[in-house]
């Protein structure tokens, strides 16, 4: 089974940029969700999908994060425009379903906003 | 106050040690208790989960759950240079919702 799949690895962006996160989950799973890790921290969710819909968003920074998940399928996270404080890394997790404990986590884009 | 807040670390043990590794937490509402193992420059793996108190043992894995003093240990017998690793706890309430609340993580070295 193909495990969550996720592009870019790596970005380097100048502040006030934009820059768009992939993400494809496992396949049949219905729950999506980003989170965002800061170097030394745990990772924190930004928004939460179920299908196309959104469960969760209530810590995505709204002013300059959008996310959306098309057919319920693929997703893309967009900063725009990018902080300083964004460096991170951007995980992408899926779950079968909203009510599953286990999240399967793909290896994450790496930001770098300099 | 965090939520959710774990041993600092980073610790350093030699191989064939028993490792602990602690989180405490402040949300009362908690469940679900997992350990989350994450290797440099890849996403975190789970490990194991248990709900609401008591021990679960998987392998050389054994997670113990304490909600009287809100209080979640991973131990690792025989320690291996392969588990190597920084390891997260995480938690979340019971329902529809499965929100993870993670902790800082701990970065374990094994040394040969």
């Known amino acids: 089974e193909a495990g969550v799949a996720q592009s870019p690895r790596y970005k380097i962006i100048e502040k006030r940029q934009s820059v768009a996160f992939w993400c494809n989950p496992i396949?049949?799973?219905?729950?999506l969700y980003w989170y965002q890790q800061i170097l030394g921290q745990g990772p924190k969710l930004l928004i939460q999908?179920?299908?196309?819909?959104?469960?969760?968003d209530s810590q995505l920074p709204k002013d300059r994060f959008s996310a959306e998940r098309l057919k319920g399928v693929d997703s893309t996270l967009k900063i725009q425009p990018a902080k300083l404080e964004d460096s991170a890394v951007y995980l992408c997790?899926?779950?079968?379903?909203?009510?599953?404990?286990?999240?399967?986590f793909g290896p994450g884009t790496r930001l770098t906003v300099t | 106050q965090k939520e959710v807040e774990q041993d600092p670390g980073p610790l350093s043990v030699p191989e064939g040690a028993i490792v602990s590794l602690n989180c405490t937490y402040s949300?009362?509402?908690?469940?679900?208790f997992m350990w989350y193992r994450q290797y440099s420059r890849k996403g975190p793996e789970l490990l194991m989960y248990?709900?609401?108190?008591g021990n679960k043992e998987d392998g050389r894995f054994t997670a113990q759950v304490d909600k009287s003093s809100k209080y979640i240990s991973l131990f690792i017998r025989d320690s291996q240079p392969s588990d190597s690793a920084t390891y997260l706890c995480?938690?979340?309430?019971?329902?529809?919702?499965?929100?993870?609340?993670f902790g800082k993580g701990i970065t374990l070295s094994v040394r040969p």
């Open positions: 997790a899926s779950s079968l379903d909203f009510a599953r404990v286990e999240q399967y």
């Open positions: 396949s049949g799973h219905a729950t």
């Open positions: 999908f179920q299908n196309n819909g959104v469960v969760d």
């Open positions: 949300n009362s509402a908690f469940q679900y």
């Open positions: 248990t709900y609401s108190s």
């Open positions: 995480a938690m979340s309430v019971a329902g529809a919702n499965s929100k993870l609340t």
